[in-house]
Nanobody, 117 residues
Framework: QVELVESGGGLVQVGGSLRLSCVAS????????MRWYRQAPGKQRELVAA???????NYADFAKGRFTISRDNAKNTVDLQMNNLKPEDTAGYYC???????????WGQGTQVTVSS
């Protein structure tokens, strides 16, 4: 079992920055890829960025050039640096981890990001 706890959300003005953090505990040695998703009211959850255990990254088109995902395997953390935020970035942001052993997805409780114009 893996537990994920996010932090760092909040209210920010257009063009501002936020850094989200996610700490994993439990069976962390079994974690492979880690991802950030987001979900706005009335919309489906969508992938924001992903990072493999060895640091390979990929981003949704809307995140490219503005968001940076990083992880520290020793500390069992994954961060999402978000710059030049836009009102459409307003959403709940969720940390996700995948077990390389079982393929099971684990989710955090989410952290709210609100971008005001």
């Amino acid at each position: 079992q893996v537990e994920l706890v996010e932090s760092g959300g909040g209210l920010v003005q257009v063009g501002g920055s936020l850094r989200l953090s996610c700490v994993a505990s439990g069976a962390t040695s079994r974690i492979g890829a880690m991802r950030w998703y987001r979900q706005a009211p009335g919309k489906q959850r969508e992938l924001v960025a992903a990072i493999s255990r060895n640091g390979n990254t990929n981003y949704a088109d809307f995140a490219k050039g503005r968001f940076t995902i990083s992880r520290d395997n020793a500390k069992n953390t994954v961060d999402l640096q978000m710059n030049n935020l836009k009102p459409e970035d307003t959403a709940g942001y969720y940390c996700n981890a995948v077990s390389w052993l079982s393929g099971v997805d684990y989710w955090g409780q989410g952290t709210q990001v609100t971008v005001s114009s």
